[in-house]
């Protein structure tokens, strides 16, 4: 039986490693949507971890932080997809 | 033009960072935040418009000068930083009062009034004006060989 501040470690770690396909296929991709694809996945698994250091830290700075890298992600990812799909991005 | 699902995630992703953007403006000073991030997040959100419906068509219903406002927003900046100088105080002085906020009589809270708010408020500008006016130059700059010849 493990306690919750060893579940949360637990769940950092688990994130942690969760990064490290998305770093491998972001380095050898063999296309462009590969490695996009990675980079959002990264972006949600890094968004997962500031969470749970907040949690763990009991601070509420870093979950600004979060959110802001969810929607710079998203938007970052949003604009790579149009531009792959129609080949110019305005 | 895109499909009609990121046109309506852009709308609804819009509203989320003006709110952030704002709110984050006016943390900025005793909580990470401030001026700088807060006009990133507002820049992302004009930009994801952009993307989603297409600038010509944007442009045909609200299209500002946005070099005008990276202008301006530092005129703003810099006329607060200098203003202290006018009252004997050091390059950059700010100032901060402390009023209870009434309500019918009653103290329901207190309000800070710090002068740096001016001063993010033009840094604002000057980030929201700066990004989206590279972003429409460099957007809508038409290659003329996808080769990479002249």
Known sequence: MISLADADFLALIVMVLATAPCIYRVLYGPTL??????????????????????????????????????????????VVAKYLDKGEVL | MTTVITKTVAKICLMVDMLYSIDLLLIGGNRPGGGFIGGVLCACGIGLIYVAYGYEDIKKIWNPDWHSWFGYGLLFASITALSPLLAGHNYFRSAFDIRPIELMGYEVGELELVSSMFFDLGVYFVVVGGLLFIVTKVGTDKVKDPEGGQ
């Open chain 1, 33 to 78: 949507p590969d490695r996009i694809a990675a980079e959002d996945a990264m972006g949600n698994a890094l968004v997962v971890i500031f969470g749970l250091y907040a949690y763990r830290e009991s601070s509420i700075f870093l979950m600004d932080v979060a959110m802001l890298l969810a929607i710079i992600s998203f938007v970052g990812t949003v």
